[in-house]
């Protein structure tokens, strides 16, 4: 039987003005959806190990038929899967100079976050923990699709903080964490408490719908160019297997020239221009202690590393090991990274050998 629903003549003109906003907003922001396709592609054509690229449907998760954009290689390999989980801003595009190695001895995931790049972009809740719980629901969704038992997390930066609330939600999927310049770990800093402007502009631009990435979208036609001059400290990394250097600034532009659906998200567990409204040290210690962690710092970076070593001491019988990279900015994946991906393949070594140990003694256990 087929049903029928009737539509108002308002419903109608809603909609449409809606395409036409949409369709004014790509033409100024000259947002492409083949042209992103083009440029992750030719990213992603510096890889040297054959990679499969693909749309995972994880279904009614936030929006109505939600698809997370993914890249995976090594598959065939019996060892923990890795996921990598981006930061702000950013794609699967950006992770082009660490997928072949870490994917060296082990499945090797990485997804555009639910609301970035390539992936739907559904509505996020604007409360702070219901939009918390639909980033770790659709990470969740995107697990049961794929069809992977445990893995390790590698998170940088809003992508860390994403990995530990997801281990806090679902600890028996977590094989290991390795948390790359973490965001949202420390408290709101008492000097930006006491600054009354900051709040009142904070509010101001909330009010007024002013998101991380707005200014991107605002720059329009005139976005990459002013990224490919203002954001060397990214681009210029990716010259030795990119050489024309407007291409990555093309894909972050690209990437965040959409209508914004991950940074309402981001904007729902933040306050006061970056700072999180639930601080994940108030919660690392109710990580599962069996779950090893690996705090990768850049010694340059905005991040404070000082949330490691906290760490560590909240949770004495756990694994938790701090690593810093001289030199490296909160981009450290792409300033440095041969050294970069040594820290990340040694963690998933070294956790192989605590789940190869662990299993030994159940099973001991058990005869």
Not at 68 to 89: F, K, Q
Not at 256 to 276: D, V
Not at 302 to 311: L, S, Y
Request: net charge neutral; proline share 5%; aromatic share 10%.
């Amino acid at each position: 039987m087929t049903r029928t629903r009737s539509v108002s003549p308002k419903s109608i003109e809603a909609c449409e003005d809606k395409r036409s906003d949409q369709r004014l907003l790509h033409k100024w922001t000259r947002y492409s959806s083949a042209k992103l396709e083009e440029v992750e592609e030719t990213l992603l054509s510096a890889l040297r190990k054959p990679f499969e690229s693909v749309f995972v449907e994880i279904g009614q998760c936030v929006g109505t038929n939600d698809k997370i954009r993914t890249v995976a290689l090594n598959r065939e390999s019996d060892n923990i899967p890795v996921l990598l989980l981006h930061g702000l801003g950013a794609g699967v595009g950006l992770w082009v100079l660490n997928l072949d190695a870490i994917a060296e001895h082990r499945p090797m995931y990485a997804i555009d976050i639910l609301g970035f790049g390539r992936s739907s972009h559904p509505k996020y809740d604007p409360d702070p923990i219901a939009a918390e719980r639909q980033f770790v629901a659709s990470i969740e969704a995107w697990r049961q699709a794929v069809g992977l038992e445990k893995m390790y997390i590698l998170g940088h930066s809003m992508g860390g903080y994403l990995a530990c609330s997801y281990s806090l939600t679902h600890p028996e999927r977590v094989a290991g964490l390795i948390l790359a310049d973490p965001w949202g770990f420390m408290e709101t800093p008492a000097r930006i408490k006491r600054k009354y402007w900051v709040r009142i502009l904070y509010r101001t631009a909330r009010k007024m719908n002013f998101y991380p990435l707005t200014v991107v979208r605002m720059a329009g036609p005139t976005a990459s160019w002013i990224l490919s001059r203002r954001r060397t400290d990214i681009t210029s990394r990716f010259e030795a297997i990119v050489p024309d250097g407007r291409i990555v600034a093309d894909y972050l532009h690209l990437v965040n020239a959409q209508k914004p659906s991950g940074e309402t998200g981001f904007c729902a567990i933040q306050k006061n221009f970056g700072w999180p409204i639930n601080p994940m040290l108030r919660r690392v210690d109710q990580i599962e202690p069996t779950i090893p962690m690996t705090f990768i710092y850049g010694s340059e970076s905005w991040i404070d590393f000082e949330a490691g070593k906290v760490t560590k001491e909240k949770r004495p019988g756990s694994h938790v090991e701090v690593k810093i990279i001289d030199q490296a900015s909160h981009n450290l994946y792409a300033d440095f990274p041969e050294i970069f991906n040594q820290h990340v393949n040694d963690a998933c070594a070294t956790y192989d050998k605590r789940t190869l140990a662990s299993n030994k003694a159940v099973e001991l256990t058990e005869e």
